[in-house]
């Protein structure tokens, strides 16, 4: 599926919590559902097609796709206790517009992420090719700047998804669209004297590499190498799991570490990874497993540098839940636990939360909670983010009280 109709289904570390990529430090069990924050498709937003960052007091952080003061998309702050307040309106323009992925928390307090359309650096689509920017807090008020206007040329354009730092306060995501072969790219931004500076560290070809930076976070390990998820592409066209290692003369090396094959093999995945204590990889696929409605898998590090894939779930898309776009997050005890972004309630399907655990060597799935009941959420895409007391949270671009999307927490 080309990834801009994608997105447009489904939702038209250096920070201070990248909670998204780490164990929660309490164990889980199921408890209640709440739904934190109904936007109403006014000055505070709509559609939040957005994973959530937390700080440490407790708020968390978005981004809203539409909605705002010009009604092309926000960024939002929502207090412990629901209160919503929103930190910038998007007005289109060298400003930039239509924001996806949420945002990034550096250790001052800055919120960085991107848009997909807007900016100054081109015409990708009669609305600019796409941003990054920053929020800098100042007393009450925000002060957004952008960093840098994609072009709609070899440096990409249409970026989607969220930005991650590595140790040295450089900024890295992907595009979807645009790069040397048309397929999208990996971008690194650094920050200079004179402002930050883009470079592309890898062009993907629509080959083996495969194509299309997906939904979810880049994922940094320690010795500074690159892991991310290409949504299309590789040798069997259902997209790859790659590595980009940085080397002394400032190039990047990619290494394709997995194609996926498709059913009854996971296949086109979207999310991002994460990682457990034994270095395996773990991510979701949109569609492939043995039904075509998705799956979970798991890549090992094997000798000589190789990978080995295993389906750990593979979805039936009945009330176990279908198509799942989110990055899986792991609590203190190993669980695994996403979304689908539909399946669940036979009257709805509208999607799930969703527990994988451990047990006699398989894999067996829970489900935490069925979205579409009455007011609440539906399509939830993102996934999920632990809080800093440990609760899950995430958003739904649609459903709520008005129909404009919501955040729920669920509670231990």
Known sequence: MKNKQFRSLVSKACAVFAVTTMMASVAWATGGYKKVYSFTGGIDGSDPATRLTFDSAGNAYGTTAAGGEFDLGAVFQIAPDGTQATLHSFEGGGDGS???????????????????????????????????????????SWFESILYAFK????????????VFDGAGNLFSTT?????????????????????????????????????????LLLFDGAGN??????????????????????????????????????????????????????NLYGTTYFGGNSGTG?????????????????????????????????????????????????????????????????????NEKIVHFFGKGSDG????????????????????????GGHGMIFRLTP
């Open 98 to 140: 239509d924001p996806h992925g949420g945002v990034t928390l550096d250790g001052a307090g800055n919120l960085y992420g991107t848009t997909v359309a807007g900016g100054s650096g081109g015409m990708c689509a009669g609305d600019g090719c796409g941003t990054v920017f920053k929020l800098t807090p100042h007393g009450d």
């Open 152 to 163: 709609g040329g070899n440096d990409g354009f249409g970026p989607g998804s969220g930005l």
């Open 176 to 216: 979807p669209d645009g790069g040397k072969h048309s397929a999208g790219v990996v971008f690194e931004l650094s920050p200079g004297a004179n402002g930050w500076k883009q470079k592309v560290i890898h062009a993907f070809t629509g080959g083996n590499d495969g194509a299309i930076g997906s939904l979810g």
């Open 226 to 279: 690159l892991y991310g998820i290409a949504e299309l592409g590789g040798a069997h066209g259902a997209g790859t799991v790659y590595e980009l290692s940085p080397t002394p003369r400032g190039v990047w090396k990619q290494k394709t570490l997995y194609a996926f094959k498709g059913m009854p093999d996971a296949g086109f995945p979207y999310g991002g990874l994460n990682w457990d204590a034994a270095g």
């Open 295 to 363: 799956s979970v898998f798991q890549l090992s590090p094997g000798p000589n540098g190789t990978w080995q894939e295993s389906v750990l779930y593979n979805f039936q898309g009945g009330t176990d839940g279908s198509f799942p776009t989110s990055t899986l997050i792991f609590d203190a005890a190993g669980n695994l636990f996403g979304t689908t972004s539909t399946g669940g309630r036979p009257s709805c399907d509208c999607g799930t939360v969703f527990k994988l655990t451990l047990s006699g060597g398989s894999w």
């Open 378 to 401: 539906y399509s939830p895409n993102y996934g999920l983010t632990f809080d800093p007391a440990g609760n899950l949270n995430g958003t739904t671009p649609a459903g709520g009280t």
